[in-house]
């Protein structure tokens, strides 16, 4: 058996907490830079200590093992997070809205969120599940998955999950090249992220520099989102590698890195201050850094002090132990040092599980299936009924469900929705409830949400066969032999009318109505139609209330936006999309309110994207404002 005595375990969780707030901190004015910096130890340093979120939620993490145990799931971390955590910021805000349609994990992690599910967000949290399990790769990498697939996918998942298994293995390793290779077993090695930790390894041993190995991890794997995982975590062993284990050194190489600077430095300080310990963190570090942490959320934590945070970690890693899921001894153990989480409860005996056959989503006119997995674990069989609870926007071919589960056993049922053909506007949020009971003993329920697809009336597509921008109303090649490249393009002007701009004839204007079911809508999906053309998309949606908003436009090609008849919003750009290409203010009337895009594609892709937020106190930062799930789509037809 591993053995450690509490003073090491402890200087080493400190030294890893430490280090998280040092990188975090220096990191954090930069982020984003996707330059090649020159900082260096007299100017990285800023003067006031920001605010992380790479720490903030992992001190929630750890409030919510204090709370429900060492056997959480994701939705206790979901939980905790709608209760205590207001960030909306990029893919969290994905996940939040996801979760409050009812879309749970992992489901909420990929779900919608095509830009951002293999950002940074959740390799950056990857410490605690380490710090919890000494010497146990395997589990902090489960923990790991628990957390990252509330808001991400494969790549980033397996980011937080190499760096949780090589934090658990640094209390009994300091070499950087084990710890890596601990890392890299615990993730699929044909992952993306995988081959980028392996790419720089053979730089380094090949004696490439680290400005050009650099380089090299941007030619090979770089993205132009700075918080894009792959690149970063390549970043962040970059730093560990080249900074050859001195600290200074190694937080240097993080921050002038560049990109998401914040999260490669918090990282690769994290791990070599674990390596090393708190007390051979250089004293210059130490005194720049203080003794406290910030946050930008409020948990009542006993204290501020880093220190007070490691011991509540390591009370914690005690509890895993004297569970029975951390097979180490620690030695040595203050008297006031005692396990701080309730005793893992046992395995419920009954639960339900829900696995969509398909996306989170359903559209009217639509139907979309679940698959029910009902789980008896108890020594006698039981007899009961599922109950399913609908809103009043979906209908099941049942209510009820007779059901005899037997003991130690599983039953597999598949439940058929469709959406209601008589309704007038289908809201976003549907969420099912399902209860299984005997009538008098509730086993166990759980209730599961369906994204309603928005609706809107597509009409188009329009092309000219020749450049109107150039010759107007006039067509050069009239009756005679097209040159040039009008033998093989078609021709778009996004200030041309294709249709009445006014609108006024809108109804009987010929189109197809189309459900899309995420905020990127699947056009190239719908028109088999190659080259360049045109779509007008009609969207009438219906606001609770009149309300103060952020049209969030993500575009590839120019557009034009009107609200309720007024021109709001324009574009002429051709640009790579991303949802916050354009964040336009915008006024919702209580009620119907009519959107209009009219969008081209200048080659053969349309990518477009229209989402909805506000409703936080930050109406200066559309990014700070959380995505609305109260709308419904109006249905025309």
Not at 359 to 365: A, D, R, V
Not at 557 to 583: C, I, R, V
Request: charged share 20%.
């Amino acid at each position: 058996m591993l053995s450690i005595s509490y003073a090491d375990y402890f200087n080493k969780v400190h030294g890893g907490w430490i280090g998280k707030c040092i990188g975090g901190t220096i990191g954090a004015a930069m982020e984003g830079n996707r330059e090649l910096m020159t900082f260096t130890l007299d100017n990285v340093f800023p003067a006031e200590i920001p605010p992380n979120d790479d720490l903030d939620l992992q001190i929630l993490w750890l409030q919510v093992l204090e709370q429900k145990g060492a056997r959480l799931e994701s939705r206790d971390l979901a939980d905790a997070w709608l209760e205590y955590c207001w960030y909306p910021f990029n893919e969290y805000g994905y996940f939040v809205k996801n979760y409050r349609l009812g879309i749970a994990p992992p489901y909420s992690g990929h779900f919608n969120n095509e830009f951002f599910k293999n950002s940074m967000g959740c390799p950056i949290r990857s410490e605690i599940w380490g710090f919890v399990c000494p010497g146990n790769p395997q589990l902090a990498a489960e923990y790991a998955y628990k957390d990252g697939v509330l808001d991400h996918d494969t790549e980033s998942v397996y980011g937080e999950q190499f760096f949780a298994a090589l934090e658990a293995e640094a209390f009994f390793e300091t070499d950087i090249f084990e710890l890596i290779a601990k890392g890299l077993a615990l993730i699929p090695a044909d992952s993306i992220v995988a081959q980028c930790i392996q790419f720089v390894i053979d730089r380094f041993n090949a004696g490439v520099t680290w400005m050009d190995t650099r380089r090299e991890i941007l030619v090979n794997y770089g993205s132009p989102d700075a918080s894009h995982c792959v690149e970063n975590v390549g970043f962040t062993v970059l730093a560990l590698l080249f900074g050859r284990g001195d600290f200074t050194d190694t937080m240097l190489i993080a921050v002038n890195s560049g990109y998401d600077t914040d999260c490669t430095a918090a990282t690769s300080g994290a791990i070599l201050g674990q390596i090393l310990g708190g007390d051979s963190i250089p004293q210059v570090w130490l005194d720049k850094m203080g003794a406290e942490y910030v946050m930008w959320f409020d948990l009542h934590r006993r204290s501020m002090l880093i220190s007070d945070l490691a011991e509540d970690t390591c009370k914690a890693g005690l509890s895993l132990i004297r569970d029975g899921l951390v097979a180490v001894k620690i030695t040595e153990i203050p008297q006031h040092i005692e396990p701080s989480l309730p005793v893992a409860p046992a395995i419920p005996l009954y639960s339900l599980e829900v696995i969509y056959l398909g996306n989170p989503s359903i559209g009217f006119g639509e139907t979309a299936d679940v698959e029910v997995v009902v789980f008896n674990r108890s020594s006698v069989g039981v007899a009961g009924v599922l109950s399913i609870g609908l809103p009043e926007s979906l209908l099941c071919e049942s209510s009820s469900i007779p059901l005899t589960v037997e003991s130690g056993g599983e039953l597999k049922l598949q439940l058929h929705f469709s959406v209601h053909e008589k309704l007038i506007a289908f809201p976003q949020k549907n969420v099912v409830s399902l209860s299984w009971n005997d009538g008098e003993t509730l086993f166990s329920e759980r209730s599961f949400g369906f994204s309603g697809a928005v609706r809107m009336k597509v009409i188009g597509p329009f092309w000219d066969s020749y450049d109107t921008q150039i010759h107007g109303e006039v067509n050069p090649y009239l009756n005679g032999k097209p040159a040039g490249r009008a033998w093989f393009n078609n021709f778009i002007n996004i200030d041309k009318a294709y249709i009445d701009e006014n609108f006024a004839d809108l109804e009987q204007t010929a189109g197809t109505y189309v459900n899309f079911h995420t905020d990127k809508l699947a056009l190239n999906e719908i028109f088999s139609h190659r080259g360049q053309s045109c779509l007008y998309l009609v969207h009438n949606i219906i606001s609770p209330v009149a309300r103060d908003a952020y049209a969030v436009i993500g575009n590839n090609d120019a557009y034009k936006f009107w609200l309720n008849g007024q021109l709001t919003s324009e574009a002429k750009e051709h640009t790579m999309w991303m949802p916050y290409n354009n964040d336009v203010p915008i006024k919702l009337k209580r009620g119907r309110n009519q959107f209009i895009f009219k969008i081209v594609r200048s080659d053969n892709n349309f990518e477009f994207s229209i989402g909805l937020r506000g409703d936080l106190p930050f109406m200066q930062e559309p990014n700070f404002t959380h995505w609305y799930v109260d709308l419904a789509s109006s249905i025309d037809n």
